[in-house]
């Protein structure tokens, strides 16, 4: 889901055409080789409107409509950009290299264990796509088989989006998607046998939150059913949460059109929180991406019931973003006048008012989650990119620190309030994941065995964790991978995001791992507007404050330089969806920087993205251009508006799928055309996907395609011999 009005308008006649990409090759000398002429430029058609005293002129708003000819131009581009890529000799080598590697893994996600079963999507060795698997007593099996799924239905992709076992892991609720659209529909299978029990029902996008304790009634948000001629912006209002009890039919219990119970904005996304053994069920408002809740509390029992009674628990205000049950206990994750966050507790029927710090903030300690286990409360924090492990024991306030294996990040945990111990999943920068569980009687940490240790030398590389100065000052934690042999200037690609509170910590990545063995060195900008250093950090780069997300990219880049890892003509960002704010704000406002850009599925035209379908839930993040402030930090952060003619940009391939439900195509689409028609010399390619969607749910061979991709690009923009696109079809 992470992802006004117009005062005036005026829609100017058809006055030209664009430049064509490579206009000005000639000024080039690593432009392509004989791979054939470019598309036909799509026209410009400008519209201007006057929003708060400024006249905004967007030349491609018709490109929003998506209509035959924009859809049959991205795809012409998207012909040409693998015409293009394809004429790199060594490139066919690489993807086999890339795939080769990948493939090597067998990586695991999204671990529960319920009733003596294990639950886990696997993606297996070799395999393209996760599978939910169920491990027990008979053995380990597939419940869902994503590879026999595509098989019958004409190898379209398909993904499982969510899943959620029955507290006596009897039964799993499963979403599965198509196409990379995330548009999920649920069932409910049998755990034993693997059949099907309850389903397919559609609009299950955001996923089932809970079970009744006695796993016989499913708690879900549901969307509304668009009406024809709805507007597409009325995509995610007035959804619903809904309960299925197995032995009848589904029915609404909260939402924004119920005329009972707590009260919900359209825009609100209600669900139910409700862990194994509590005594109370949780009603929370999600408002859109913002991260803090409103909930309202209720008997566990009454949570199906439309007419039950929910009593206030805490607002919006109160700056909670996370809430765990264990029997009649309640933990809370909250940053109010805690920027590194504390976590409360207090008991049922309890008001927040009457609420104990269980764990204090610490100023260089950011704390992430919590998971509730019968022993314990575990906390998982971290200092800069790095985990802790913390210990709460039941009936106790005295806080432990768990020593956890090695250094690295707990990207995923799984804890039961009914039994001891917690799961945690554990990979490092360049420590492929491992899923371990903790034993509290033995204070010792088991392997599970699942997951496959792929072909990755971690001792090839060496990792540095520094820091980059800021335009304003304020040093920004940069995280640095190189071979442990490095010498002199590199390739080197800098990754940065940045919007939601949502950090880049040390996570294993296959797609940096690819482009490490190729010789590039890694970087990773932990940039203001990302959750890093907590709440501050959060707001640092946020509204107003947004030019800092960018800046602190380019503060990465220049320290980098200076260091002498890298040279301008060596010099590359990544960055996707909101990272594609950074991305093209960066280069933008320094083009003389860069290399080259590497912009995937890019939030390119924020002063539109509100009248997308996607656009009404961002707007906790963003704002909206209905707003005088709103209006001018969009403006700032409009990777459109602010191409010039007659600058020479960096090379820069842009990304999108077609599918993407969440930055809506023609924002990549936008950007491209604008890029395209300033003039640059350098190339402008859109590289289109018309099987995916917004990189969620796709493939492996898809991704690896895509990786294989930007590392050629890469490799052909810094000059290196032989990598030049010069091979004819």
Known sequence: MRFGLRPSLFVAALLALAAAPFALAATDPLAPVDVGPPPAAPPIQPVTETLWGVKVTDNYRYMEKLDPATIAWMKSEGVYTRKVMDAIAPLAALQKRVSTFTGSFGFVQGFASYGGRDFYEERAPGADDYDLVVHDGTGTRKLIDIAALRARNGGKPYAINWFLPSPDGSKVAVGVSEGG????????????????????????????????????????????????????????????????????????????????????????FPILLLTPGATDALAVSINGVQNEWQAWAAPAGDAANPKATWKPLVDRADDVTLIGMRGNEIFLLSHKD???????????????????????????????????????????????????????????????????????????????????????????????????????????????????????????????????????????????????????????????YGSYGISNLADFSTRRAAAMREGIAYGICHVRGGGEKGEAWRLGGKDANKHNTWQDLIACG????????????????????????????????????????????????????????????????????????????????????????????????????????????????????????????????????????????????????????????????????????????
């Open 181 to 268: 659209s995330e548009n999920a529909s649920m069932t409910v299978y049998d755990a034993a046998t693997g059949k099907p029990i309850a389903g397919p029902l559609d609009r299950v996008r955001f996923g089932a939150t809970a079970w009744s304790n006695d796993s016989q009634t499913v708690y879900f948000n549901r969307l509304a059913k668009l009406n024809p001629g709805a507007p597409e912006t009325d995509t995610y209002k007035n959804s619903t949460l809904d309960a299925w009890n197995l032995a009848g039919k589904p029915h609404t219990v909260l939402g924004s059109s119920v005329g009972h119970g707590p009260k919900f904005a359209p825009e609100a």
């Open 338 to 496: 805690a920027p590194t966050f504390k976590v409360l507790q207090l008991r049922a029927g309890e008001t927040l008012s009457s609420a104990k710090t269980l764990i204090p903030a610490q100023p260089d300690r950011v704390i992430e989650g919590f998971y509730a286990a019968s022993d314990a409360l575990y906390v998982t924090a971290r200092k800069g990119a790095y985990s802790q492990l913390l210990r709460v024991p039941a009936g106790s306030d005295k806080v432990e620190q768990v020593a956890l294996p090695f250094e690295g990040h707990v990207g995923e945990a799984f804890g039961d309030p009914r039994k001891p111990g917690i799961v945690v999943g554990l990979s490092g920068w360049v420590t492929q994941p491992t899923y371990l569980r903790y034993d509290p009687s033995s204070r010792k940490f088991a392997t599970l065995g699942i997951g496959h240790a792929g072909d990755m030398d971690a001792a090839a590389f060496k990792v540095s964790d520094l820091e980059a100065k800021a335009r304003d000052g304020v040093m920004v934690p940069l995280s640095l991978i190189q071979p442990k042999d490095a010498k002199g200037p590199q390739i080197t690609l800098v990754e940065a």
């Open 558 to 729: 220049e320290d980098l330089i200076a260091r002498g890892v890298t040279t301008k003509d060596k010099l590359f960002i990544i960055g996707g969806s909101a990272g594609g704010i950074t991305m093209g704000r960066a280069m933008t406002e320094r083009p003389d920087l860069f290399a080259g850009v590497l912009d995937l599925v890019p939030a390119a035209d924020t002063l539109r993205a509100e009248f997308s379908p996607n656009g009404p839930p961002n707007i906790p993040e963003f704002g909206s251009v209905k707003t005088e402030q709103g209006f001018k930090n969009l403006f700032a952060m409009d990777s459109i508006q602010h191409v010039k003619k007659g600058v020479t940009y960096p090379a820069v391939m842009i990304t999108t799928g077609l599918n993407d439900p969440r930055v809506s195509p023609w924002e990549p689409a936008k950007f491209a055309a604008a890029l395209q028609a300033s003039g640059t010399p350098n190339p402008v390619l859109l590289r289109i996907d018309a099987e995916a969607g917004h990189g969620i749910g796709s493939t492996r061979t898809q991704t690896d395609l895509q990786t294989a991709d930007t590392i050629a690009f890469m490799k052909w923009r810094a000059g290196v011999p032989g990598w030049r696109p010069d091979r004819k079809p």
